[in-house]
């Protein structure tokens, strides 16, 4: 199983921006939703958006309003468009169709001024 490729991550100020990225193999792309996990320094992973191959997206509380999932179901790319971030965003960022999959290296986002 080929694991997922993020990227976009870095070192941002609160309140700023970022757009991660997230290329995917294409045979689980085209029959599974894609979800953004993020897992912060002694903390477990967890679930922040997740999109369907429909493109209905889904977000939990802490991040709704500031980040945007999509995907590119020609490119098997997923984004994640983050506004307005806080320090408590800081995490390494992980994309996957399911926890049970291979997981990639991440793409650590860190807010801090």
């Known amino acids: 199983q080929v694991p997922p490729v993020e990227s976009g991550g870095g070192l941002v100020q609160p309140g700023g921006s970022l757009r991660l990225s997230c290329a995917a193999s294409?045979?689980?792309?085209?029959?599974?939703?894609m979800g953004w996990f993020r897992q912060a320094a002694g903390k477990q992973r967890e679930l922040v958006a997740s999109?369907?191959?429909?493109?209905?997206?889904y977000y939990v509380d802490a991040v709704k309003g500031r980040f945007t999932i999509s995907r590119d179901n020609a490119k098997n790319t997923v984004y994640l468009q983050m506004k307005s971030l806080k320090p408590e965003d800081t995490a390494v960022y992980y994309c996957?169709?399911?926890?049970?999959?291979?997981w990639g290296q991440g793409t650590q986002v860190t807010v801090s001024s």
């Open positions: 996957n169709a399911s926890p049970h999959f291979t």
């Open positions: 294409g045979s689980i792309f085209r029959l599974y939703s």
């Open positions: 999109i369907t191959i429909g493109g209905s997206p």
